[in-house]
Nanobody, 117 residues
Framework: QVQLVESGGGLVQPGGSLRLSCAAS????????IRWYRQAPGKEREWVAS?????????TYADSVKGRFTISRDNAKNTGYLQMNSLKFEDTAVYYC?????????WGQGTQVTVSA
């Protein structure tokens, strides 16, 4: 069964850090591009970061998270990650993992990140 399962969300104070995980099962994540998206209450889903499955390819980030978030993957664990540092109130959202290979597109169920004092 194909699944993408996010974890690692939670409540954090401004300036804090979280690491989100995106565990894949039923397919080989290393063959796929990994993207992270987020959706804040009342807003549309927005792209956050992308990791490519091509050796040497550079990850890309939305301007709002550049320098604070880092996308990575561990192919041995079939898992992707989003390290989030220096979190701000405006980072509060449900974060979704997306795996893409050609026309094949998988989504996780999302994990809530809340930044609050």
């Amino acid at each position: 069964q194909v699944q993408l399962v996010e974890s690692g969300g939670g409540l954090v104070q401004p300036g804090g850090s979280l690491r989100l995980s995106c565990a894949a099962s039923g397919f080989t994540l290393s063959n796929y591009r990994i993207r992270w998206y987020r959706q804040a209450p009342g807003k549309e889903r927005e792209w956050v970061a992308s990791s490519y499955n091509t050796a040497g390819a550079t990850a890309t980030y939305a301007d709002s998270v550049k320098g604070r978030f880092t996308i990575s993957r561990d192919n041995a664990k079939n898992t992707g990650y989003l390290q989030m540092n220096s979190l701000k109130f405006e980072d509060t959202a449900v974060y979704y993992c997306n795996a893409v290979f050609g026309m094949v597109n998988y989504w996780g169920q999302g994990t809530q990140v809340t930044v609050s004092a």
